[in-house]
């Protein structure tokens, strides 16, 4: 893509909890001439802090951080900065992520494992003011609209609220309940709640099979 060597480069930020995807995308983007990396963050605290200060174009966002929800972070932005544009990089290709992040205020949404122009072409869509979904997210979509599912095969992210997701994917990786309530800053009986309700939606008897469901449900969303 050529450019006028005059325009300023469009700004954007990289959120994302790990250093070494960070830096993938930051040389990435740097390397283009139409654009420039004006900022990151490796949390969601730390981007909603930082983002109001550098003002950039758009945001890519990673939904699976360890201190907080992808989902819930693009609702914050959004709310604090309605025209900033949002792009989903993700490692999840199931259909309630996609929906979910694109109903969040995302505007693209782009797998890990793609190639690098698919990146580029999202971002640029996503700067134009142009949804984009790659055609491997496109294709699960369609799937999910055309094929439907039977209730048996349903994934417990289809059932549960994204706080009641959150506190299931946080025991799946070995969090007591103590610590999730710490981690979401609500006290420990709201947390009870919450796995109640996990409970009775997945149809589960006690906290044992919570817990073995919750820790198989985490292993299968990192499978490559």
Known sequence: MTTNADSPKKAI???????????????????????????????ASEALELIPAVKPRLAI????????????????????????????????DEFFYVERALRAGAC?????REATRNVLQAIRCALEGKP????????????????????????????????????F???????TTRQIAEEMHVSFRT?????????????LSNATELMSEAVRWDESQHKT
């Open 108 to 112: 693209a949404y782009v797998m890990k």
């Open 13 to 43: 930020f990289i959120i994302d909890d790990h250093p070494l995807v960070r830096e993938w995308l930051a040389t990435l983007i740097n390397q283009q001439s139409d654009l420039k990396v004006c900022g990151e963050a490796g949390s």
């Open 61 to 92: 966002v990673d939904l699976s951080m360890e201190a907080g929800s992808g989902i819930e972070l693009i609702k914050s932005i959004k709310a604090a900065c309605p025209e900033l544009a949002v792009i989903v990089f993700s490692m999840y």
């Open 132 to 167: 984009y979904l790659s055609a491997e997210i496109a294709a699960v979509m369609a799937r999910k609209f055309v094929e439907g599912k039977p209730p048996s095969t349903i994934s417990p992210g289809e059932l549960l609220s994204q706080r009641e997701l959150q506190v």
């Open 169 to 175: 994917q946080w025991l799946g990786r070995g969090r």
């Open 191 to 203: 947390v009870q709640s919450f796995c109640a309700r996990i409970k009775e939606k997945l149809k």
